[in-house]
């Protein structure tokens, strides 16, 4: 049974920093192409960012972009997201996601989902 585990969210103040992990289990991530996504109330589930099954490329939503990173580390079966000048917009649940194929932008292409962790960013 394939499971996606995040963890590290909480409450930080505007400004601060996070750093999420994604842990996989029943799947081999090494061959997977791996993203987090976000989903504030009301709103649809949104990009993040995605990094490729080498880590060679990496991708990135334009409200986070030079502010966090993705990066993974395939010996770990793990995938990370350090995020960095949290701003309260970036409230949200964030989900890591895998596909089985490429980095894609539409939360419907991706094959395995985790249960999201809570991000909660005060001003």
């Known amino acids: 049974q394939v499971q996606l585990v995040e963890s590290g969210g909480g409450l930080v103040q505007a400004g601060g920093s996070l750093r999420l992990s994604c842990a996989a289990s029943?799947?081999?991530?090494?061959?997977?192409?791996m993203a987090w996504f976000r989903q504030a109330p009301g709103k649809e589930r949104e990009f993040v960012a995605g990094?490729?099954?080498?880590?060679?490329?990496?991708y990135y939503g334009d409200s986070v972009k030079g502010r966090f990173t993705i990066s993974r580390d395939n010996a770990k079966n793990t995938v990370y997201l350090q995020m960095n000048s949290l701003k309260p917009e970036d409230t949200a649940v964030y989900y890591c996601?895998?596909?089985?194929?490429?980095?894609?932008?539409?939360?419907?292409?991706?094959?395995?989902w985790g249960q999201g962790t809570q991000v909660t960013v005060s001003s």
């Open positions: 029943g799947l081999t991530i090494r061959r997977c192409a």
């Open positions: 996601a895998a596909d089985l194929s490429t980095v894609a932008f539409s939360h419907r292409d991706y094959d395995y």
């Open positions: 990094i490729s099954w080498s880590g060679g490329n990496t």
